[in-house]
């Protein structure tokens, strides 16, 4: 309960942070409510009451725990959001708000009626958007570019029909935006169970194992240990894996164990080369 708790609350905090639209909701709410009550009490009535319930239910992390509980773990906070008629009660409102503005004093008076619409779609797109996607930092910013410009040169050459890549979820979550031809041992799924909707399809834990094990490579006290680490890499191999993307921030004594690795195999041989912030474990066959 208690982690559900932090999750509705963080949640809220992100969906707030990425636009101002809950608050123009919020606004139109109590504009309804304590201004406009012919509104609560014609043709309107059900959804202004339907939309306030529910949205004091979603903005309140308590209550926004039960809704999560009931939309089960697959879906995230931010999914919460899907049950508030947001585009609808705001168009509502604003023909409300447009209605009061005109016959208060925008009668006889085209152009300043106008220009209180213009005002309102001015306050609307400055609001932000409706795709839920928080700010977006400048060390993120940079890590996709780099992510972006090291696939595109993976994939420069063409010849992806046969490229299997597996690396770090922070680029193989950019993969296939770069080239849908690109195969993946696991996808975004992996780390979003809320992509699986209601299918309940689950990964065998050989993959969730490998997907661990490459996560917690990025963590520069991480040693390895070579039995281990085999094998790990021959589960990749098995899987048609052939392209290896190790940070550059672990340490030179796991990319040494990983280099001895290789050698040992009989059955393929691996170039390593040096890229954006990544060693890159080029795997061939014997």
Not at 164 to 187: F, K, V
Request: glycine content about 10%; some cysteine.
């Amino acid at each position: 309960m208690q982690e559900l708790l932090k999750n509705a609350y963080q949640g809220l905090l992100d969906y707030t942070g990425s636009g101002k639209f809950a608050v123009v909701l919020a606004g139109i709410l109590l504009y309804v409510w304590f201004i406009r009550k012919t509104a609560v009490k014609g043709k309107g009535c059900r959804l202004i009451e339907y939309a306030s319930l529910i949205t004091v239910m979603v903005a309140i992390p308590f209550t926004a725990v039960f809704l999560m509980l009931y939309q089960t773990r697959f879906y995230d906070y931010k999914w919460l959001w899907s049950l508030v008629p947001l585009s609808l009660i705001m168009a509502y409102g604003l023909v409300l708000i447009g209605d009061d503005i005109y016959h208060r004093k925008g009668q006889g008076h085209k152009w300043k009626t106008a220009g209180y619409a213009v005002l309102g779609l001015a306050l609307l797109v400055l609001c932000g958007n409706l795709s839920g996607s928080g700010p977006v930092n400048a060390k993120t910013a940079g890590e996709w570019e780099n992510n972006a410009a090291l696939l595109e040169y993976l994939t420069g050459n063409g010849n992806t029909d046969n490229i299997c890549l597996w690396g770090p979820r922070s680029i193989m979550e950019q993969a296939r935006s770069a080239s849908g031809r690109i195969m993946l041992p696991y996808g975004r799924n992996m780390w979003e169970a809320s992509l699986n909707a209601y299918s309940y399809d689950t990964y065998t834990s050989e993959k969730v194992s490998l997907y661990e094990w490459m996560e917690s490579l990025e963590d520069e006290d991480t040693v390895i240990n070579p039995e281990v680490a085999s094998v790990y890499l021959e589960a990749a191999l098995d899987l048609g894996v052939n392209c290896i993307l190790i940070p550059d921030t672990v340490s030179e004594e796991t990319i040494g164990t990983l280099r001895n690795l290789f050698d040992e195999k009989k059955t393929v041989r691996a170039e390593e080369e040096m890229l954006g912030g990544y060693h890159i474990f080029h795997i061939y066959g014997e």
